[in-house]
Protein backbone atom coordinates (compact mmCIF):
# COMPACT_ATOMS: atom_id res chain seq x y z
CA UNK A 1 0.00 0.00 0.00
CA UNK A 2 0.82 3.54 -0.51
CA UNK A 3 2.20 3.89 3.29
CA UNK A 4 3.97 1.62 6.22
CA UNK A 5 0.71 0.66 7.57
CA UNK A 6 -1.80 -1.22 5.59
CA UNK A 7 -5.32 -0.06 7.04
CA UNK A 8 -8.38 -2.44 6.81
CA UNK A 9 -11.82 -1.88 7.52
CA UNK A 10 -13.99 -4.86 7.59
CA UNK A 11 -18.00 -4.70 7.43
CA UNK A 12 -20.06 -7.17 7.50
CA UNK A 13 -23.06 -8.37 9.54
CA UNK A 14 -23.58 -9.81 13.37
CA UNK A 15 -22.60 -13.10 13.17
CA UNK A 16 -20.88 -13.57 9.91
CA UNK A 17 -17.77 -13.60 11.51
CA UNK A 18 -16.21 -10.42 10.07
CA UNK A 19 -14.16 -9.62 13.44
CA UNK A 20 -13.06 -13.57 13.09
CA UNK A 21 -12.01 -12.99 9.70
CA UNK A 22 -9.74 -10.09 10.90
CA UNK A 23 -8.51 -12.04 13.39
CA UNK A 24 -7.41 -14.85 10.94
CA UNK A 25 -5.72 -12.12 8.73
CA UNK A 26 -4.06 -10.88 11.95
CA UNK A 27 -2.29 -14.00 13.12
CA UNK A 28 -1.20 -15.12 9.80
CA UNK A 29 0.09 -11.65 9.26
CA UNK A 30 1.96 -11.78 12.59
CA UNK A 31 3.06 -15.52 11.42
CA UNK A 32 4.33 -13.98 8.28
CA UNK A 33 7.07 -11.45 9.83
CA UNK A 34 4.51 -8.42 10.26
CA UNK A 35 5.29 -6.83 13.93
CA UNK A 36 2.67 -4.22 14.16
CA UNK A 37 -0.78 -5.50 14.32
CA UNK A 38 -4.08 -3.53 15.88
CA UNK A 39 -7.16 -4.74 15.37
CA UNK A 40 -10.21 -2.56 16.64
CA UNK A 41 -13.68 -3.95 16.39
CA UNK A 42 -16.74 -1.74 16.48
CA UNK A 43 -19.49 -2.52 18.79
CA UNK A 44 -22.85 -0.51 19.48
CA UNK A 45 -25.80 -2.33 19.58
CA UNK A 46 -25.45 -5.20 17.13
CA UNK A 47 -27.41 -7.98 17.12
CA UNK A 48 -27.51 -10.71 14.29
CA UNK A 49 -27.78 -9.37 11.06
CA UNK A 50 -27.01 -6.04 11.90
CA UNK A 51 -24.30 -4.06 10.45
CA UNK A 52 -20.89 -3.98 12.59
CA UNK A 53 -17.28 -3.20 11.31
CA UNK A 54 -13.81 -3.91 12.59
CA UNK A 55 -9.97 -2.58 11.48
CA UNK A 56 -7.54 -4.22 11.22
CA UNK A 57 -3.96 -2.36 10.81
CA UNK A 58 -0.51 -4.22 9.74
CA UNK A 59 2.99 -3.15 9.73
CA UNK A 60 6.52 -4.56 9.41
CA UNK A 61 6.85 -2.44 12.67
CA UNK A 62 5.27 -1.44 15.61
CA UNK A 63 1.95 0.76 15.44
CA UNK A 64 1.26 3.25 17.83
CA UNK A 65 -2.22 4.13 16.55
CA UNK A 66 -4.65 2.18 18.43
CA UNK A 67 -7.40 3.94 17.11
CA UNK A 68 -9.90 2.78 14.48
CA UNK A 69 -9.79 2.85 10.88
CA UNK A 70 -10.97 6.14 9.23
CA UNK A 71 -9.13 6.38 6.07
CA UNK A 72 -8.62 3.20 4.84
CA UNK A 73 -6.49 1.57 1.98
CA UNK A 74 -8.98 -1.43 1.62
CA UNK A 75 -12.66 -2.18 2.78
CA UNK A 76 -14.14 -5.40 2.85
CA UNK A 77 -17.52 -5.85 2.66
CA UNK A 78 -19.26 -9.57 3.56
CA UNK A 79 -22.49 -8.87 2.45
CA UNK A 80 -22.86 -7.00 -0.62
CA UNK A 81 -26.59 -5.46 0.60
CA UNK A 82 -24.77 -3.88 3.07
CA UNK A 83 -23.99 -1.22 0.62
CA UNK A 84 -27.61 -0.17 0.51
CA UNK A 85 -27.50 0.52 4.50
CA UNK A 86 -23.72 1.83 4.82
CA UNK A 87 -21.21 4.35 2.78
CA UNK A 88 -18.77 1.65 3.01
CA UNK A 89 -16.27 3.62 0.74
CA UNK A 90 -16.36 6.55 3.12
CA UNK A 91 -12.85 7.89 3.82
CA UNK A 92 -11.64 4.91 2.04
CA UNK A 93 -8.12 6.41 0.21
CA UNK A 94 -8.46 7.33 -3.57
CA UNK A 95 -7.67 4.26 -5.43
CA UNK A 96 -7.90 2.10 -2.81
CA UNK A 97 -9.31 -1.44 -2.65
CA UNK A 98 -12.71 -2.53 -2.17
CA UNK A 99 -13.35 -6.38 -1.58
CA UNK A 100 -16.66 -7.87 -1.82
CA UNK A 101 -18.78 -10.88 -1.70
CA UNK A 102 -21.17 -10.58 -4.41
CA UNK A 103 -22.88 -12.75 -6.42
CA UNK A 104 -23.11 -9.64 -9.51
CA UNK A 105 -20.29 -9.23 -11.86
CA UNK A 106 -17.27 -6.37 -11.48
CA UNK A 107 -19.19 -4.06 -14.24
CA UNK A 108 -21.87 -4.46 -11.95
CA UNK A 109 -21.31 -1.72 -9.94
CA UNK A 110 -20.44 2.28 -10.30
CA UNK A 111 -17.31 3.31 -7.99
CA UNK A 112 -15.46 6.09 -8.51
CA UNK A 113 -11.55 5.98 -8.10
CA UNK A 114 -11.22 2.46 -6.24
CA UNK A 115 -10.25 -0.63 -7.18
CA UNK A 116 -12.88 -3.30 -7.08
CA UNK A 117 -12.20 -7.08 -6.37
CA UNK A 118 -15.54 -9.24 -6.09
CA UNK A 119 -16.26 -12.57 -5.67
CA UNK A 120 -19.83 -14.75 -5.21
CA UNK A 121 -18.04 -15.66 -1.85
CA UNK A 122 -21.72 -17.03 -0.49
CA UNK A 123 -22.19 -19.12 -3.77
CA UNK A 124 -18.63 -20.91 -3.28
CA UNK A 125 -19.19 -21.60 0.52
CA UNK A 126 -22.12 -23.34 0.25
CA UNK A 127 -20.31 -25.43 -3.16
CA UNK A 128 -17.74 -26.66 -0.55
CA UNK A 129 -19.85 -27.72 1.70
CA UNK A 130 -20.32 -24.59 4.72
CA UNK A 131 -24.21 -23.61 5.73
CA UNK A 132 -25.57 -20.61 4.08
CA UNK A 133 -23.94 -17.41 5.39
CA UNK A 134 -20.59 -18.48 6.57
CA UNK A 135 -18.22 -16.18 4.08
CA UNK A 136 -15.69 -15.02 6.76
CA UNK A 137 -13.29 -17.67 5.29
CA UNK A 138 -14.42 -17.18 1.11
CA UNK A 139 -13.58 -13.30 2.11
CA UNK A 140 -10.23 -13.85 2.92
CA UNK A 141 -9.45 -15.56 -0.52
CA UNK A 142 -10.70 -12.52 -2.37
CA UNK A 143 -8.40 -10.25 -0.32
CA UNK A 144 -5.83 -12.45 -0.83
CA UNK A 145 -6.19 -12.29 -4.57
CA UNK A 146 -6.51 -8.32 -4.53
CA UNK A 147 -3.28 -7.64 -2.49
CA UNK A 148 -0.17 -8.80 -1.89
CA UNK A 149 -0.15 -9.35 1.98
CA UNK A 150 0.18 -12.60 3.57
CA UNK A 151 0.11 -15.15 1.17
CA UNK A 152 -2.49 -17.37 0.93
CA UNK A 153 -1.47 -20.73 1.61
CA UNK A 154 -0.44 -19.06 4.98
CA UNK A 155 -4.11 -17.67 5.55
CA UNK A 156 -5.59 -21.23 4.48
CA UNK A 157 -3.34 -22.64 7.47
CA UNK A 158 -5.04 -20.04 9.71
CA UNK A 159 -8.15 -20.75 8.74
CA UNK A 160 -8.06 -24.51 9.15
CA UNK A 161 -6.59 -23.63 12.69
CA UNK A 162 -9.16 -20.83 13.41
CA UNK A 163 -12.33 -23.69 12.43
CA UNK A 164 -10.54 -26.85 14.35
CA UNK A 165 -13.84 -29.07 14.73
CA UNK A 166 -15.65 -26.80 12.68
CA UNK A 167 -15.19 -27.91 9.03
CA UNK A 168 -11.77 -26.44 8.70
CA UNK A 169 -10.83 -27.82 5.24
CA UNK A 170 -14.49 -26.73 3.69
CA UNK A 171 -13.35 -23.02 5.34
CA UNK A 172 -10.39 -23.28 3.61
CA UNK A 173 -11.35 -24.81 0.34
CA UNK A 174 -14.09 -21.34 0.84
CA UNK A 175 -10.87 -19.20 0.66
CA UNK A 176 -8.83 -21.18 -1.83
CA UNK A 177 -11.97 -21.10 -4.41
CA UNK A 178 -12.72 -17.62 -3.77
CA UNK A 179 -9.05 -17.48 -4.68
CA UNK A 180 -9.18 -18.79 -7.94
CA UNK A 181 -12.41 -16.75 -9.01
CA UNK A 182 -12.10 -13.66 -7.96
CA UNK A 183 -12.67 -10.82 -10.88
CA UNK A 184 -10.89 -7.78 -10.47
CA UNK A 185 -11.13 -4.25 -12.35
CA UNK A 186 -10.35 -0.54 -11.26
CA UNK A 187 -13.51 1.31 -11.60
Known sequence: MSSEITRIRWHGRGGQGAITA???VAKAAFDSGYEGIVMVPSFGTER???PVS???KISKTKINDLSPTENPDIVVVLDHLILDEVDVTAGLKEGGLLVLNSPR???DYQFKNIKLAIADVTGLSSEVGLKKGIVNSG????LAKAVDLVKMSVLAKGIEAEFVGKKPEENAKSALL???RTEMGEM
Open 105 to 107: KLE
Open 54 to 56: TSL
Open 178 to 180: AYE
Open 22 to 24: AKI
Open 48 to 50: RGA
Open 139 to 142: IIGV
